[in-house]
């Protein structure tokens, strides 16, 4: 696996930077810094306590953890949330309660998304009166040929 060395700023130095749970994981995960409920059908903006500084060309996305997803009903509002390499705020997380009935409490500390930094490029954006065929061609929105399509 490619390494990247990235600045990180740590805003509040009780917490743990963002750290892999694995060798070979894709994500890091990324810490609550304050206690939080969120009520259900609610979100609400999570600080992470960390800033970071990404070469040119690279861009972080904000996942949500699937454990929370699958016993609690909490996902990311906007996953992947997007940090350019411009950025140099503190990461926060908007996760929403999906429970129909539960509060959720996010606890300091907690593991609440996980953070993937991948290359991008930039694209040049190029007009034309046609595109190229390809086999999928303007189908779309459940319509792939699978489930639900024609």
Avoid: C
Wanted: charge should be negative.
């Amino acid at each position: 696996m490619q390494q990247l060395q990235v600045a990180v700023r740590q805003l509040d130095p009780e917490l743990p930077l963002p750290s892999y749970a694995r060798p070979g994981d894709a994500g890091a995960d990324l810490h609550a810094r304050d206690d939080v409920t969120i009520a259900p059908g609610e979100h609400a903006m999570i600080a992470t306590g960390v800033a970071i500084a990404l070469p040119e060309g690279y861009a972080a996305f904000v996942h949500p953890r699937s454990g929370l997803a699958a016993r609690h009903g909490i996902t990311t509002l906007n996953g992947p949330g997007t940090v350019d390499a411009g950025y140099r705020g503190e990461i926060k997380v908007n996760l929403i309660n999906h429970d129909p009935r539960e509060p959720f409490t996010v606890h300091r500390g907690d593991r609440i998304a996980q953070l993937v930094v991948q290359e991008v490029v930039a694209v040049q954006w190029a007009a034309v009166d046609s595109l190229p065929q390809s086999a999928r061609g303007d189908t779309g929105h459940g319509d792939s040929g699978g489930f639900g399509g024609r």
